[in-house]
């Protein structure tokens, strides 16, 4: 039966193969590389003898060598460049064999807590240069003919669970479930707000990505504005509480009418939003006013900082960059900012434009005239 083998100690740790006893006495602790190089060598005589399915010996050899000597490269400063041979299954099991190699050498004679850590470190990055880069992948699944498919599909994996999360934050905050402190309602409303902005934006890809014309319902059908209002002041109010912000409403007369509720209470859902969020002190009012017998003119108003110039040029572009939060005079939407691009699309399929109206610490004003008929038969 053959030694074992292992690699000769170079500049770059570990280079070169070559039979040795089979009693090898532990390396200095002072010399970390020669824990590294035999280490190296007993994951190589393993694998070859009790692994010989994992890979050809050639291919072990090769895939040892590279991980050895990217170690050693990296204690000393330079760090591997992502890819290499060990950059597939074998390479990562081959490198965790290595790593417990390396701490198994060291409980017989370990080196300086210093030592450790620089060898543990240079570890990891290898570790992190084999990692498959799925980058490029990742754009061609989303470029390709499925891509849509792929990021509606991924919007709607989000959009279930944190229904879920509305409904339970929503469910325990009003004491359904129990009493709850003061301390622990502030909580569910936090998580209730974040829940619904998560929520809102996974609805908006999934909205934006099938067409306003496919969202809207195919026929107007009955319904309450007033029910229509309550339901976006339920859903909006834990919001409007943690920010201390007053949150009203103004309905128009005639309230049953007759359009398509769903799409838009989804564009008056997202303006609240919007509207709240960005709004630190003062009050948000969605409206509603008859204009004649058969429009409604809706509006939403804060009293925010307004929309700066910046701000107007790309309002409604979707996948656009904002300026950083926090600054007084910006207007900050989601970073994304597929709400309004959405809200404006759906309007467009009911027939109705979205304007604004912006004034430097007076606020914003979205609005919109949508045809509604007064429902006679009642």
């Known amino acids: 039966m053959k030694p074992p083998l292992h690699r000769t100690h170079d500049a770059r740790g570990i280079r070169s193969l070559r039979a040795v006893p089979d009693h090898l006495p532990p390396a200095p602790a002072a010399d970390p590389r020669a824990f590294l190089r035999e280490a ?36 000393a400063g330079t760090l591997p460049e992502r890819g290499g ?65 792929l990021l509606v599909g991924v919007a709607h994996d989000l959009r279930s669970p944190l229904t879920s999360v509305l409904f339970l934050a929503e469910t325990l905050g009003r004491g359904r479930s129990g009493e709850v402190n003061d301390q622990q309602r502030r909580q569910l409303r936090l998580i209730y707000s974040a829940a619904l902005a998560l929520e809102s934006l996974a609805s908006d890809v999934i909205e934006l990505a099938r067409g306003g014309e496919r969202l809207t319902e195919k026929d107007p059908e009955p319904f309450s504005v007033a029910e229509l209002f ?51 002190a003062g009050f948000v009012e969605l409206t509603g006013v008859a204009k004649g017998f058969h429009h409604v003119e809706f509006s939403v108003r804060d009293t925010g900082h307004g929309i700066t110039p910046e701000g107007i040029a790309n309002l409604f572009r979707p996948f656009r960059r904002t300026q950083a939060r926090g600054r007084r005079g910006g207007y900050h939407f989601s970073g994304t900012g597929l709400g309004l691009a959405m809200c404006r699309k759906l309007l467009e399929a009911m027939g109705a434009e979205l304007k604004y109206e912006t004034r430097p610490d007076w606020g914003t004003r979205f609005y919109f005239k949508v045809e509604l008929p007064i429902d006679r038969h009642i």
Request: charged share 25%; net charge negative; hydrophobic share 45%.
């Open 40 to 75: 190296a060598a007993r994951v190589l005589a393993a694998a070859v003898s009790e692994h010989s399915d994992t890979g050809s010996r050639e291919d072990i050899e090769r895939i040892l060598e590279w991980l050895a000597g990217a170690a050693a490269d990296a204690m």
């Open 85 to 149: 041979p060990a950059a597939n299954a074998l390479g990562t099991h081959l490198l965790g064999q290595l790593r417990g190699e390396v701490v198994r050498a060291w409980a017989e004679a370990p080196p300086q807590a210093g030592e450790m850590l620089d060898l543990l470190e240079a570890m990891e990055h290898v570790r992190l240069a084999t990692v498959p880069d799925w980058s490029n992948e990742f754009n061609a699944w989303l470029s390709g003919q499925d891509g849509l498919n």
């Open 230 to 280: 309550d339901s976006i002041h339920d859903m909006v109010l834990p919001i409007a509480e943690e920010k201390g912000v007053e949150l009203r409403y103004v309905l128009p007369p005639n309230d049953r009418r007759i359009g398509r509720p769903l799409a838009l209470s989804r564009v008056l859902l997202n303006l609240t939003t919007n509207a709240l969020k960005f709004t630190d």
